[in-house]
């Protein structure tokens, strides 16, 4: 949905235009998952679908809200309260722009209210971060309007504690700080421990290649618990260790860790994927940078193998679509985001997209799956002020 469309349907809401209007990305994790909340590596790149807010503010400590793709309410408008803002104290959409809401004035920016009217192309449930972009484009329309002043990586870091502490989904910081901090035609290879950046051309078409998400249409919610369980058991893990965050544990140093961790055969899993992503993580930035990207097939594929067995979080349409994938001859394959559903990427020649796409639609047809939704990922730009 465009700018003046938003722009528009902001008029229609509140009667009045509103004083800007802003967008922020999807994302999808090239390779990197569940890494984020260990301090470790992550590389995603932001997608063309986006989450666009058209935003004014307010000075008497409310804020309404509107979405067109979700409406509630009797006009559609929700509107809260500032001061009855707490942790945890909503379900709905409106947790992730009213937890941003929460999270600047808890940390004392003077935000004293704003309208805002959302439009959305962000697939929701496909794990490509569509509540980052929601957070995100929120926090930078205020950001602008308030002029608050804060840097990209700040107001990815006050992103990432409203959906941890208001919403209560215990996320890590890669997917608000690739909706804020991606630039097109680039992978962001992020340190999520200091966050330092590194931006590295990813240019597939330049190259004969493509990169397909394939959309299960299996939904998952990481507020639900299986989630959590996984960041609990990767914090025992690091405590067992004598660490602070699994980071710390050497990938040539892992089979002295696991072996120290004896009978407890969950962590020693989880403790696994982690220190063999973050490696996998640094094998795919050096195939990039000189130049040997039709090698990174097998690395991802590797990575999805990791993500089904050791942390156990795929299901049977993700892994279906991996292995079609690769027997259709794709380079390389993995599923992409939180697990338990949502999307598979699948890097392949240009030439052979349309037989791989056909191959998994058929192999989902067979399973008497729902059918997929397959769309091509390119690197698209970060959050930024359209109007």
């Keep these: ?72 309410g009797a006009d559609g408008v929700v509107e809260l309260p500032l001061t009855a803002l707490a942790p945890e104290s909503d379900r709905n959409w409106t947790a992730y722009p009213a937890g941003v809401v929460w999270a600047l004035r808890a940390a004392g920016h003077p935000v004293t209210g704003a309208d805002i009217h959302l439009a959305s192309t962000v697939p929701t449930g496909a794990g490509l971060s569509s509540s980052a972009a929601l957070e995100v484009v929120v926090a930078l329309a205020l950001n602008d309007l308030y002029g608050l002043g804060l840097q990209r990586w700040q107001l990815a870091r006050l992103c990432q504690r409203a959906e941890n502490v208001y919403v209560g989904a215990p996320t890590g910081i890669m997917d608000q700080t690739a909706a804020a901090c991606c630039v097109e035609g680039h992978a962001l290879f992020l340190d999520t421990r200091d966050l330092s950046q590194r931006q590295i051309p990813f240019d597939l078409a330049a190259e004969g290649m493509r990169l397909l998400v394939v959309d299960t249409r299996v939904k998952h919610a990481h507020s639900d618990g299986e989630y959590g369980k996984r960041r609990a058991g990767c914090e025992k893990g690091a405590a067992l260790l004598g660490v602070d965050a699994l980071r710390d544990v050497p990938y040539d140093g892992l089979d002295a860790a696991l072996a120290r961790l004896g009978d407890e055969e969950e962590v020693r899993r989880l403790v696994r994927h982690v220190v063999t992503e973050d490696e996998r993580v640094e094998r795919v930035v050096s195939l990039l940078e000189s130049g040997d990207t039709r090698a990174i097939g097998p690395v991802l594929t590797e990575g999805h193998a990791s993500l089904r067995d050791d942390f156990r979080i795929s299901c049977p349409e993700l892994d279906l679509v991996v292995d079609t994938a690769l027997e259709a001859g794709a380079l390389g394959a993995r599923m992409t985001g939180g697990g338990f559903g949502g999307s598979a990427i699948v890097l392949a020649e240009a030439s052979g997209i349309d037989a791989i796409t056909k191959a998994v639609e058929a192999a989902f047809a067979a399973a008497d799956f729902t059918a997929p939704r397959t769309f091509e990922a390119v690197p698209a730009a970060g959050a930024r002020r359209l109007v």
């Design 1 to 72: 949905m465009g700018a003046q469309q938003v722009r528009d349907g902001f008029v229609g809401l509140y009667g009045a235009e509103p004083e800007g209007v802003w967008s922020a990305p999807g994302r999808v994790n090239l390779i990197g998952e569940h890494t984020d909340y260990n301090d470790g590596f992550v590389m995603p790149f932001a997608l063309p679908h986006t989450t666009v807010a058209a935003v004014s503010r307010r000075t008497d400590g409310v804020l309404r809200l509107h979405s067109a793709n979700t409406t509630a």
